[in-house]
Nanobody
Framework: QVQLWESGGGSVQAGGSLRLSCAAS????????MGWFRQAPGKEREGVAGIGRGTGLTTYTASVKGRFTISRDNAKNTLYLQMNSLMPEDTAMYYC???????????????????WGQGTQVTVSS
């Protein structure tokens, strides 16, 4: 069965960095687009970054452009999110997700994803 397992969250001060990882199993990792989402208390889950099946196509929400980088290692079945210049408003539970369809392009729309990890908490203090 499809499993996604995030790691790398933690507590950092504003301006710091974290690298999230998402280990995937149970399917051919390289065949699907992947994404990172986050959800803060009382807010809707929002798309942060998406990546195509290879490594060349990516998309980001405006608030993280230039600070976050999504990448993937298809040989290791792992998705990454490098987060730099973190701000308190980045505080949230972060989730990785896999698209429903093989026919995919990078997207921040959660309706295109049907498998989700359990989440990893990121807390940024000022």
């Amino acid at each position: 069965q499809v499993q996604l397992w995030e790691s790398g969250g933690g507590s950092v001060q504003a301006g710091g960095s974290l690298r999230l990882s998402c280990a995937a199993s149970g399917y051919t990792f390289s065949s699907y687009c992947m994404g990172w989402f986050r959800q803060a208390p009382g807010k809707e889950r929002e798309g942060v970054a998406g990546i195509g099946r290879g490594t060349g196509l990516t998309t980001y929400t405006a608030s993280v452009k230039g600070r976050f980088t999504i990448s993937r290692d298809n040989a290791k079945n792992t998705l990454y999110l490098q987060m730099n210049s973190l701000m308190p408003e980045d505080t949230a539970m972060y989730y990785c997700a896999r698209t429903t369809s093989l026919l995919c392009s990078p997207t921040l729309d959660k309706d295109y994803y049907n498998y989700w990890g359990q989440g990893t908490q990121v807390t940024v203090s000022s």
